[in-house]
């Protein structure tokens, strides 16, 4: 693996040399790969490459299949299966190190590197790299939230304050949506609004190993405290979509990739703004937010040439020009410095809301899987309490589950899926494949009737899996194959039933009891 480095270093400073001299010979090639973006920007990138072929210095010519993939489904796929990956694709933020634990992601040397730092944002340099390292390019700088209102029903002079807003829809009998029953990335705003964190840090492997987590503290109660007057009211909604604003909503909270559908919903009654604040005990604290990147990444790989040419395709599709092109096509908000400065950047409604968040926005790191789910039923818990012991009870509640993260046997697998509410933390030993002194693994489980018999098999506390439906050998007929429509390999019984699994290391037996 150091040789193999040593050459791609070497190659690329040949490289660097010759795009002052002429082309690199070894580069003069045609390339097949697979590229995965999301479905709105498959026509443009289809563009975009080909512009790459006709104008890059090195005769590099791809022959691309643009497949279109999700960029949450796209890191799904890559963990499943890196060989089956794409060959470049996108994948948000927070998929970053479980993507780096799967080996996915190749590692850029100096010279796209020093591009990368060079010319993005500082958040989105921060979310390319770890320790000092890129493993891939910004393509966005904009995965973040604000609040978008009907001014037909919202009066200017209200959107600052929380309370105002919740009486002005209460009066309208209009509904807030804010997504806090079943998001955790929106829920954990009232918390960074009152000085809250949960920074959480991995080893070298990437593996998580210790949490600074203060939701659970006096700051926090008071956060509880303003989520409360939210989730309470008989006008709140759990939802992040703009579509809201035609099924009675008012407000709606979500983030730019929802401004066209927004704008075309509510035509000059749109208006947007940063988020309010909320008062408790006399004090206004502003609501913050998750402030993220988008990403593109390259899969590794042992032909160095083919490596370095698609290293340059992926500085090129997320380089100034292109990110222009995304925002005058989809208004996806820029991480490249120079396109930031433009007026037509700087003066887009939406993306002016978002940087009017800014100030109170928290960097998204990289955060343990498990607390997206732990966190999640903070807010019914909170609208479920009677009194303040309870707020603190649900808070005390998340901290036990954040505490039991580093308890878990990582030795062992977990089966995860309607039967125990996806909860990949759960430490009820019902649900653990428990390793046995052959190295197999095994669990008897009861699945019950409902609408997605189906799981996942991973290490506790993780999402990441390389062992599900592809591996069953014996017993496949008791399970279905969903084709197409299983990206995380899931195995998904056809009937309810008491089952055991089997895992000897390299293939399941499923046995119906």
Not at 8 to 15: C, F, K, T
């Amino acid at each position: 693996m150091k040789k193999l480095i040593s050459l791609v270093l070497a190659l690329v400073m040949l490289v660097a040399m010759a795009a002052v001299g002429g082309v690199a010979e070894g580069f003069a090639d045609s390339y097949d790969i697979t590229v995965w973006v999301p479905e709105e920007i498959k026509e443009l990138t289809a563009q975009q490459i080909d512009t790459f072929n006709n104008t890059n210095q090195f005769g590099i010519k791809f022959n691309p299949t643009i497949e279109a993939v999700s960029e949450a489904v796209a890191a799904d796929n890559m963990v499943n299966d890196v060989e089956a990956g794409g060959d470049i694709f996108c994948f948000p933020q927070d998929q970053f190190a479980r993507l780096l634990r799967a080996k996915a992601l190749d590692e850029l040397t100096e010279v796209f590197a020093e591009k990368v730092a060079a010319e993005n944002d500082a958040n989105s340099i921060a979310a390319a790299k770890s320790g000092d390292v890129f493993y891939a390019y910004p393509l966005t700088s904009d995965n973040g939230y604000f609040m978008y209102y009907d001014k037909s029903v919202i009066p200017e002079e209200d959107i600052d304050s929380l309370e105002a807003l919740i009486a002005d829809c209460e009066a309208a009998q209009k509904y807030f949506a804010f997504e806090l029953q079943t998001s955790s990335w929106y829920l954990a705003s009232f918390f960074f609004g009152t000085g809250c964190v949960s920074e959480w840090v991995t080893d070298d492997d990437g593996t998580f190993v210790k949490v600074r987590d203060t939701f659970n503290s006096p700051e926090g109660l008071i956060a509880a405290k303003g989520i409360e007057k939210l989730v309470k009211s008989p006008f709140h909604l759990s939802s992040s979509k703009a579509d809201s604003f035609e099924s009675n909503a008012a407000i709606v909270v979500t983030g730019i990739w929802d401004y066209e559908l927004a704008k075309q919903i509510l035509g000059d009654n749109l208006g947007v703004a940063d988020l309010p604040s909320f008062t408790v005990d006399g004090e206004e604290y502003h609501i913050g937010s998750f402030k993220g990147s988008k990403l593109m990444g390259v899969k590794p790989g042992n032909d160095v040439y083919r490596q370095a040419a698609m290293h340059f395709l992926a500085q090129y599709l997320t380089s100034e020009e292109c990110q222009l092109q995304r925002f005058e096509l989809k208004g996806w908000g820029p991480s490249n410095l120079a396109d930031q400065e433009l007026d037509a950047v700087k003066n887009h409604p939406g993306l002016a809301a978002l940087k009017a968040q800014d100030p109170y926005s928290v960097p998204q790191g990289q955060i343990h899987g498990s607390w997206w789910g732990i966190a999640q039923v903070i807010a019914d818990d909170i609208k479920l309490a009677t009194d303040e012991a309870g707020l603190q009870a649900a808070l005390d509640k998340y901290l036990d589950k954040i505490n039991e993260l580093f308890t878990l046997d990582n030795t062992a697998l977990l089966f995860v899926g309607a039967w125990n509410g996806w909860n990949n933390a759960d430490t009820s030993k019902t649900y653990y494949l428990a390793p046995k002194a052959d190295g197999s693994y095994v669990l008897t489980l009861d699945v019950p009737e409902s609408g997605y018999m189906g799981g996942r098999v991973v290490n506790p506390g993780s999402w990441d899996t390389d062992k599900g439906f592809a591996q069953v050998t014996e017993g496949a007929d008791l399970i279905k194959d969903l084709g197409a429509d299983n990206p995380d390999n899931n195995i998904v019984f056809a009937e309810p039933g008491n089952y055991t699994i089997t895992w000897d290391g390299e293939a399941f037996t499923i046995v119906k009891n």
